[in-house]
Nanobody, 122 residues
Framework: QVRLVESGGGLVQPGGSLRLSCATSELTLTFSRYIMNWYRQAPGKERELVATISTTGTGTNYVDSVKGRFTISRDNSKSTVYLQMNSLKPEDTAVYYC?????????????WGQGTQVTVSS
């Protein structure tokens, strides 16, 4: 059973920052075979892809609404992916999920975390 565990969510005022983490102990030996993604889902809305990072961390991509404010990174030695969120806005309020998408030898394997709540409010 593979578990992705998100942490770092919480309540923050507009303009504030949070750093989310997503860690796994079951993929320690193969973490570098997974593209890592952060998604979010706000109440009443569909889940949307927020950020993606390549297996080596050299390539990243973001949804337009977070460009310049969010930064995705990974530490393969710790089997962990991060999402640094700055200049947070109320519309960033959502449950944030990480997803691992296998490539190469791990092709076809996908895993989701359980999510962490981020609330941006004054």
């Amino acid at each position: 059973q593979v578990r992705l565990v998100e942490s770092g969510g919480g309540l923050v005022q507009p303009g504030g920052s949070l750093r989310l983490s997503c860690a796994t102990s079951e993929l320690t030996l193969t973490f570098s075979r997974y593209i890592m993604n952060w998604y979010r889902q706000a109440p009443g809305k569909e889940r949307e892809l927020v950020a993606t990072i390549s297996t080596t961390g050299t390539g990243t991509n973001y949804v337009d609404s977070v460009k310049g404010r969010f930064t995705i990174s990974r530490d393969n030695s710790k089997s962990t992916v991060y999402l640094q969120m700055n200049s947070l806005k109320p519309e960033d309020t959502a449950v944030y999920y990480c997803k691992a998408v296998g490539v190469g030898a791990a092709n076809g394997l996908n895993y989701w975390g359980q999510g962490t709540q981020v609330t941006v409010s004054s």
